[in-house]
C-alpha cells in the first residue's frame, strides 16, 4: 500500500508538471485499483485520461481490470466497458482487443459457458477480427490479441474468421489461452483444425 500511494503521488506529480501527457494518468488509473478507489473515485481519473488519450490500449486494459468482479465491479461492468471500447475503438486499432480480455477474464474464472452467445455478441467478435485484421503487422500487441481472437471465434463457431486469424498467427502457439492448457501444442492445433474444417460450411 506504501508503494501505490508513492506511485500515485508521483504520479500527481507529474500530471501537474506536463499535463498533456497521458502517461501519469495511465499510472494513476492502474493504482487505483490497488488503493480500491471507489467508483467515482476512479471514474473522475478516467475522464482525465481518455480527455487526454481517448484510445490509449494500456489505459483501457488497466481500467477494465478496475470493473472486472476481481477487483472493484461486476462481470456486468466489466462487459459493458469492453464493448464501449470495442465500439469506438478505431479501425486499425489494438484498442478493439480489450474485448477479448474481458472475454478471457470472464471464462478464467467462470468457465466458456460464461461466453456471450448471442448474435450481436457474435457480431462484435467478427467487428473485432476486422479492426485488427487492418492494424500495422509490427503492432507487438497483435501476437497475444490474435490468439485469443482466434479461440474466441472458434467458441463462437465463426469459423472463417478464426481460420483467417490461425493463418496470420502461423505455428506458433506459445500464448494464452493454449498455454494454459496441459498441451497447448495439442489445443492449439485441435481449434486451427476445427476452424479449417468447418470454415465455409458454418
Given at each position: ?44 481519473l478516467w475522464r482525465e485520461l481518455v ?75 467478427e467487428n473485432v477480427a476486422r479492426s ?71
Open positions: 500500500m506504501v508503494q501505490l500511494n508513492a506511485a500515485m503521488e508521483a504520479a500527481q506529480k507529474a500530471a501537474s508538471l506536463a499535463p498533456e501527457d497521458p502517461g501519469p494518468w495511465v499510472v494513476m488509473v492502474t493504482a487505483a485499483r490497488g488503493l480500491r478507489y471507489d467508483h467515482d473515485e476512479f471514474r473522475r480527455t487526454r488519450a481517448p484510445h490509449h490500449y494500456e489505459g483501457h486494459c488497466q481500467a477494465l481490470q478496475y470493473w472486472c468482479a476481481k477487483w472493484a465491479g461486476t462481470d456486468k461492468l466489466m462487459m459493458e466497458f469492453a464493448e464501449r471500447t470495442a465500439h469506438k475503438a478505431p479501425v486499425g486499432s489494438p484498442l478493439a482487443g480489450v474485448y477479448l480480455h474481458a472475454l478471457y477474464e470472464l471464462t478464467r474464472r467462470s468457465g466458456p459457458s460464461a461466453l456471450p452467445s448471442s448474435r450481436t455478441a457474435k457480431d462484435l467478435l485488427l485484421n487492418q492494424a500495422p503487422d509490427d503492432d507487438q500487441s497483435l501476437y497475444h490479441l490474435r490468439h485469443l481472437l482466434a479461440h474466441y471465434l472458434v467458441k463462437a463457431r465463426r469459423y472463417d474468421a478464426a481460420l483467417e486469424q490461425f493463418r496470420r498467427i502461423g505455428p506458433w502457439c506459445g500464448a494464452e489461452p493454449w498455454t494454459n492448457e496441459r498441451d497447448p501444442v495439442t489445443a492449439f492445433d485441435l481449434a486451427r483444425s476445427v476452424a479449417a474444417l468447418r470454415a465455409r460450411q458454418s
